[in-house]
T-cell receptor
Framework: ETGVTQSPTHLIKTRGQQVTLRCSSQ?????VSWYQQALGQGPQFIFQ???????GRGNFPPRFSGLQFPNYSSELNVNALELDDSALYLC????????????????FGPGTRLTVL | AQKVTQAQTEISVVEKEDVTLDCVYE???????LFWYKQPPSGELVFLIR??????QNEISGRYSWNFQKSTSSFNFTITASQVVDSAVYFC?????????????FGKGTTLSVSS
C-alpha cells in the first residue's frame, strides 16, 4: 500500500510569486485535504477535495486554490505569496463512501516546507 | 465554536516514566470524532487513534492508552514506560463535519521529550 506523497519537499519563493504544491493520495483513497502548519502551531484546515470539487474550506483567502484530478491526486496553488505563507503544507487523504459524511481517518503526507522571502 | 485545547506545551520525562497528555475539546455537534496524531521531527503526522462520541470505552494499544470522558470533554493520552522514540509533538484533533466536508481542528500540540 502506497502512502501519501508530496512534492517538492522544500521550496523557497519570494513575495508576490506563485507556487504549486502537489500531493498523491494513498492507494484506495478518494478525498484530499490540505492543511497549513505554521511553526509551533497545530495544522489549520485550508480546504478539502472530493470528486474533483472543493468540498469544504477553512478561513483562507481566495488566493489559496486547488485542484483534484481523476486519479485523486491534488494540487495546492497559492498566488501573490506573502511572508506569512511560510509554513509546512500538509496533504491528507481519506476514503469517503458516497454521500455519507462520516469522518474517515485522514492520513498525512510528509509535507512541503515553503519559505517566502 | 469548535476548539481543542492542549494546555501542556512541553513535557520532559526520563525513559520508563509514564506520561499523560491532556486534551480538552469544545463542540456543538452531538456526533463527532476525536483523534490523536504524532509528529516526529521529520514532520509527517502519524495517525494514532480515532474515537467517536458514542464510544466512551477506554482503549489500550501496547504502551498507549486513551481515556475519553464526555462529561469533562476530555480525551487524554497516556504513554506507559516511555521510550526515547516517543519523543515527538503530539496533536489532539476534533472533527468538524459540515454539509460540505470534514475538517480536522487541531490543538497546538504537546512536545514530549524523553531522555535516556
Amino acid at each position: 500500500e502506497t502512502g501519501v506523497t508530496q512534492s517538492p519537499t522544500h521550496l523557497i519563493k519570494t513575495r508576490g510569486q506563485q507556487v504549486t504544491l502537489r500531493c498523491s493520495s494513498q492507494s484506495g483513497h478518494n478525498t484530499v485535504s490540505w492543511y497549513q502548519q505554521a511553526l509551533g502551531q497545530g495544522p489549520q484546515f485550508i480546504f478539502q477535495y472530493y470528486r474533483e470539487e472543493e468540498n469544504g474550506r477553512g478561513n483562507f483567502p481566495p488566493r489559496f486554490s486547488g485542484l483534484q484530478f481523476p486519479n485523486y491526486s491534488s494540487e495546492l496553488n497559492v498566488n501573490a505569496l506573502e511572508l506569512d505563507d511560510s509554513a509546512l503544507y500538509l496533504c491528507a487523504s481519506s476514503f469517503r463512501s458516497g454521500a455519507t459524511l462520516a469522518t474517515d481517518t485522514q492520513y498525512f503526507g510528509p509535507g512541503t516546507r515553503l519559505t517566502v522571502l | 465554536a469548535q476548539k481543542v485545547t492542549q494546555a501542556q506545551t512541553e513535557i520532559s520525562v526520563v525513559e520508563k516514566e509514564d506520561v499523560t497528555l491532556d486534551c480538552v475539546y469544545e463542540t456543538r455537534d452531538t456526533t463527532y470524532y476525536l483523534f490523536w496524531y504524532k509528529q516526529p521531527p521529520s514532520g509527517e503526522l502519524v495517525f494514532l487513534i480515532r474515537r467517536n462520541s458514542f464510544d466512551e470505552q477506554n482503549e489500550i494499544s501496547g504502551r498507549y492508552s486513551w481515556n475519553f470522558q464526555k462529561s469533562t470533554s476530555s480525551f487524554n493520552f497516556t504513554i506507559t514506560a516511555s521510550q526515547v522514540v516517543d519523543s515527538a509533538v503530539y496533536f489532539c484533533a476534533l472533527s468538524d463535519v459540515n454539509q460540505a466536508g470534514t475538517a480536522l481542528i487541531f490543538g497546538k500540540g504537546t512536545t514530549l521529550s524523553v531522555s535516556s
